[in-house]
């Protein structure tokens, strides 16, 4: 079609095969929005198309994703508040009847619906970070690495240390939103016991201000996605790990001795972990 359709924080612009959504950046745009800027939605990935009347004089026109076709969605697991849904084009009421020959010829093409037996939606793009409230992630394609906050990490993750995880030892994620009690990212290793998240060496805790949704889904996003393809991820080379900065292993030792001053960690532990430490300089 070639035409663009522009609502309130985002236009559409549809292509033959596809739909190019653009998000604006601004103060009043969906901060998940303004994160994406961008994405494709072939329109493999779409299962419906509706338009219903919004609020203060608005119309919604919205795409159904197939189940299994977005792994921002996958990870959202229904989650997402309406007003952050990134698949949702708000528009004044005067440009329904355009919005509604849109939706039509969108109808038109559609072809599949069920689940999609992979993604069709590309991934957020690694290398990926963000700060929650215990720790701070990053992916960086292949390995998904925790760095736990002496402020904020309990005894069991400090007595665990920092940790690594390559995609290709992961069956999933899952991603409890910021927004609600309890939120985390943890990663799904088969057939691991649930533990509380924060105590589980494989999660970080979110908190106020901590693992925003803007900055956490796209993460969880993006380790799904890889772990869905960990062939083609492992086919990446791998890259040197980085030098721990020597005031951080310093600071962080200086927190092992209070923890074993204090009885939460034994001489053994004491002396492994440091020695660990030590060893990243």
């Known amino acids: 079609m070639g035409d663009v359709l522009a609502g309130f924080h985002a236009a559409w612009e549809f292509e033959s095969d596809s739909v190019l959504i653009r998000y604006e950046r601004g103060m009043r745009t969906p901060k998940l929005w303004s994160a994406l800027g961008e994405r494709r939605i072939p329109l493999a990935a779409i299962e419906a198309v509706t338009l219903e009347p919004g609020r203060r004089g608005t119309v919604v026109l919205r795409a159904e994703p197939r189940p299994g076709a977005d792994p921002l969605i996958e990870a959202a697991a229904g989650q997402l508040k309406q007003a952050g849904d990134p698949y949702r084009l708000v528009l004044p009421a005067e440009r329904e009847v355009l919005a509604e020959y849109y939706a039509d010829e969108l109808r038109a093409r559609l072809s599949e619906s069920g689940p999609a037996e992979r993604f069709l939606v590309a991934a957020p793009e690694a290398p990926l970070s963000f700060k929650a409230y215990d720790a701070k992630a990053s992916f960086d394609g292949r390995t998904v690495r925790f760095r736990w906050f002496w402020t904020g990490a309990s005894s069991a993750k400090w007595k665990a240390g920092d940790q690594s995880f390559p995609v290709s030892g992961l069956s999933g994620v899952e991603w409890r939103s910021p927004e609600v009690f309890e939120g985390h990212l943890r990663l799904l290793r088969g057939q691991d016991e649930p533990v509380q998240a924060d105590q589980d060496p494989a ?63 034994t001489d053994e532990e004491f002396s492994v972990k440091k020695a660990e430490l030590l060893a990243e300089l």
């Open 203 to 265: 999660a970080v805790v979110f908190g106020l201000g901590y693992g925003a949704v803007h900055e956490s889904l796209p993460f969880a996003a993006a380790v799904l996605a890889a772990v869905r393809s960990r062939g083609a991820v492992a086919a990446v080379p791998a890259a040197a790990a980085p030098r721990r900065d020597p005031a951080d292993v310093a600071e962080r030792i200086r927190h092992l001795g209070e923890l074993h001053r204090a009885g939460l960690v």
